[in-house]
């Protein structure tokens, strides 16, 4: 792949060295400079975690076979694959790859996507659980996953399923990407798959190439020559990590920043007012939730969690906290995907908490660590919840930290509390609910680190038997759907949901073709500066 110059053009600055606070009065009109949160990108591997703002990067990078339409989550599009036909029977998939390339110019091959998809689930990272949890394993891939020719994959299903469900699995930027095999395997060492090397590198086919990777610090990506759609309008994009507000709030003003996604509400309302910028909003996809561990001996007890979630101001939390951010929701399913608001009512009642814990043999209270990403909503959310559970006696003390502090021990099953955010990528109700209630195996052996459900160690095997049975459900799936909701608040849950995402994203008043994915995958390619 052919080399570029680091300058960011006019400006004349080179990103080799430390970039400075401000980089130019405005930013070059070929390159899109944004103001982005790093804290929780911890690989730039397709197969590894699945946090919001590495996914926001690995669809730039990498292409899949299929994608998810812009403004409507719940329909397919042609990506890599240009066209798909479904079995008659429903129980197989065939798709006929286009021809492109990877930006390394190797072509891109039915066998390039069939070996990502068996990497992906050998590897049995977080990634993987969106496949297994359709019967797929490392185990059963090579018959069920195929390459029948250089241009056409089938996919034939393990156990009767919806075959939108598999085609939304593979338009999942991570699980569905498609490496470059004969790339990657350059780098392989000891059988790792590559999986090394591609922590800080990439392989891919997307918009954008690689051109740097710092963690925790910057992330520049240059145009993809090869790229099969139209060329994007932007030769480089640089996302540099500027967790703090404010900051990203100035050099945005500044004309410093095209972009700015990790603003706090207060400086989302100040920019509301500057005739250089615009707001752009989406209600997203993913839910903004308590987690409660039931490895910890207290919070197993029913009464203990009930006391907590009925401790919770849901709507003080949203209405001070959540503007821009989310929109009061209760419920394992978000709105908007099963039809009507399934949300529990749940208000405050700090006296009916208390004795309730008084009844689980805890009459002073007791003691509890929440875990909470530093950076706004997060440490907000865990202020107010601190404050909201005193009132029961529920003494909480904050830790906050990065994305591998806060969520390694989650996917250890080595905490008390988190605040955190579901999501997956996967909109009908039968993502949501495989995210959160879902845990077909509970053990600690079972590693299945992309359910919240197992890493909060919750089973219930009758929610289980349900939500399989709503998924092959074509007459009452909706009436199926409400029913699993309400049970699961009633048998009070290990995960409380407080909001649905609203993504909020600040951008130059210059900058056109900008379109929030509702599923996280933001495009850039079709991003122009006027």
């Known amino acids: 792949m052919k080399r570029r110059s680091l300058l960011l053009g006019a400006a004349g600055i080179t990103l080799a060295s430390s970039l400075p606070l401000r980089l130019a009065a405005d930013t070059p009109k070929d390159q899109l400079v944004i103001g982005f949160s790093l804290a929780n990108v911890l690989t730039l591997d397709p197969a590894g975690s699945s946090s919001k703002e590495r996914v926001q990067i690995i669809a730039n990078l990498y292409d899949s076979l299929v994608g998810i339409d812009d403004t409507n989550r719940r329909k397919v599009v042609p990506a890599l694959a240009e066209g798909w036909e479904v079995a008659e029977d429903r129980m197989s998939v065939r798709l006929t790859l286009r021809e492109a390339r990877f930006s390394s110019g190797n072509p891109i091959t039915a066998a390039d996507a069939v070996w990502s998809l068996h990497r992906c689930l050998k590897l049995n990272l977080a990634q993987a659980t969106n496949l297994r949890l359709r019967g797929f394993t490392s185990e059963n891939a090579a018959d069920h996953i195929r390459a029948l020719d250089d241009r056409t994959v089938e996919i034939t299903f393990p156990e009767p399923t919806d075959p939108q469900i598999i085609l939304m699995t593979l338009a999942m930027a991570g699980t569905g990407s498609v490496i470059d095999r004969a790339l990657a395997l350059q780098h392989e060492v000891d059988g790792d798959l590559a999986s090394g090397w591609l922590t800080t590198n990439v392989a891919g086919s997307g918009a954008f190439a690689l051109q740097m990777w710092r963690p925790g610090e910057l992330a520049v990506l240059e145009r993809n020559d090869f790229y099969w759609d139209d060329a994007p309008a932007m030769t480089r994009i640089i ?23 990790s603003l706090g509400a207060a400086d989302l309302k100040a920019l509301e007012s500057e005739e250089d910028v615009r707001i752009v909003q989406q209600t997203g996809n993913g839910l903004y939730y308590l987690a409660m561990s039931l490895k910890n001996e207290h919070l197993a007890k029913p009464e203990v969690r009930e006391a907590i979630i009925r401790l919770i101001d849901y709507d003080g939390i949203n209405a001070s906290i959540m503007p821009y951010y989310g929109v009061k929701h209760l419920g394992p399913i978000q709105q908007g995907l099963g039809g009507e608001d399934l949300s529990p009512d749940i208000r405050p009642d700090p006296e009916a908490a208390k004795a309730l814990l008084a009844k689980a043999g805890y009459p002073n209270g007791l003691d509890l660590t929440l875990r909470a990403l530093a950076e706004t909503p997060f440490d907000s959310l865990a202020a107010a919840l601190q404050g909201n559970l005193a009132l029961g006696g529920v003494r909480v003390q904050i830790l906050t ?130």
Do not use: C
Request: proline share 5%; net charge negative; glycine share 6%.
């Open 401 to 530: 930290g990065s994305g591998e502090q806060v969520y390694g021990p989650m996917r250890e099953r080595n905490f008390d509390l988190i605040v955190g955010r579901s999501g997956g990528q996967i909109s009908p109700p039968d993502g949501d609910l495989r995210s959160l209630v879902y845990n077909p195996d509970n053990s600690d052996e079972a590693r299945l680190t992309g359910l919240q459900s197992w890493r909060v160690s919750y089973q219930d095997i009758d929610l289980n038997d349900r939500i399989e049975a709503a998924l092959l459900d074509a007459n009452d799936q909706a009436a199926d759907y409400a029913e699993i909701s309400r049970l699961y608040a009633e048998r009070i849950p290990a995960i409380q949901p407080i909001s649905q995402v609203v993504d909020s994203v600040a951008v130059r008043a210059n900058i056109t073709g900008f379109t929030i994915s509702p599923v996280w995958q933001t495009k850039l390619a079709k991003v122009t500066k006027t």
């Open 239 to 261: 996302m540099r990590h500027i967790p703090e507000s404010q900051s990203q709030r100035l050099q945005l003003s500044h004309g410093d920043l095209d972009i700015a996604y």
